[in-house]
């Protein structure tokens, strides 16, 4: 089954920004903070009875009663439901990766599994969130009005948004939350895809239909975030390097920001200025991403493929090269886990399917006679075939050779292509690292 496909749908996710006035801020607040309790207590409940190794689908069930009757009359019982429900799922999501565990399976990206946690900001502090149910809330984005009803004691909210909303579709349920870092109230809301707008197409019935029937390799890379090969010899690639750039400058900034803290009293707001570093750092890297994953899979489209293989490296130490995988590690630990999923995203959107393939031996295997070159992979990205006489760029030769493992045809090797690929501009602005304002453009909605 296609990544993400449920019986149900693709979900996608807006995040917009809201506006409350001062009375309207005020019943969210006592919302937020009564919705945020309630996860807290029942959630304390059921970590306990997991820890003694009594929490059985009955005990969720007789959890979820007892606490439902204790807040549907303070929350509405619209809302109890929904926080409730999100807390069930939050628990059977994590029993199922004990299972997996216990299978030895463990997703790669995901370290370990942990039971839910608290909705807290501090020790003492409850973070001021809460869940809707899909019947709960009305978007006029005529009027740019978010509003919320059944809210138990506030009753109705209507809240003024900011933000485009680039999916359509069936509404599902909706989460609020105020952040405290930056001192601003958000609403993600959820829908299951069926129109997407897309810069430079408009609205799109998704997923699209491919144009051929093309296969291609791709191989994720640091210097080439993107290395693609088509089956009928073209191929291009996508930089990496601004990532690089970004990442090389932040962790520069945040320790001097740090030295300069260990050399003053630590200040109250220290700890909130650091964690809007990392977030804007975090959130250029995936507007990068998002930029050259979108226009990697228009050119896909454009040229017909249908289909993508894309190497699935064994942990993140994937280069034979030390240098390499100390940058990988550290730059891209999470970046590539990002990447990977805005790849599976968009793919689908564009009607491509999207096959992972294990990575060991393509970036050794010679394309062009199909041996094992000892030591080929020379400097600066190259790979050379002794016999051919050729320098290849090492990575559209790890993208070759993905394709070739991956699928069932014979794929004769372009040379051109291999030696000399098409570089794919990005289409923003080239980074100026940390530069105010954007250097990109802002992150749309996934
Ligand atoms: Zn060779």
Known sequence: MPWGRRANGVIRTAVLRLEPGPEEEEKLRLVCELASKLWNELNYRRRRLFFEGKLTQQKLYETYKEFYYMYNRLLGSATTQAII?????????????????????????????SPPGYRKRSRRRRRLWLALRQ???????????????????????????????????????AEIWYDHDRRRWYIAISYTVEEKLIHGRGWVRVPMKPRGSLEAGVDLGVDNLLAVYVENGEGFLVNGRPLKAESFYWQRRIARYKSVLDRADGAGSTSRRLRLMYRRWRARIRAYIDAAVRRAMEELYSRGVARIYVGYPRGIARRGDGNGKLNFERVHVWTYGLLLRRLKEVAWEYGIEVVEVDEAYTSQRCPLCGAVHPRARVHRGLYICPHRRLAMNADMAAAYNILAKGTKRTITPSPEALTHPHRLGVGVTPPRPGARGGAYPRPSNQ
């Open 135 to 173: 019947d709960q809330y009305r978007v006029d984005t005529e009027r740019g009005i978010v509003e919320i009803r059944r809210l138990g004691v506030a009753g109705v909210v209507r809240v003024r948004y900011r933000g485009l909303i680039h999916v359509r579709g069936r509404q599902r349920g």
């Open 85 to 113: 429900a999100k807390n069930d799922t939050a628990w059977r999501s994590f029993f199922r990766l004990l299972a997996l565990k216990k299978k030895g399976r463990l997703p790669p990206h995901i370290a370990r599994a």
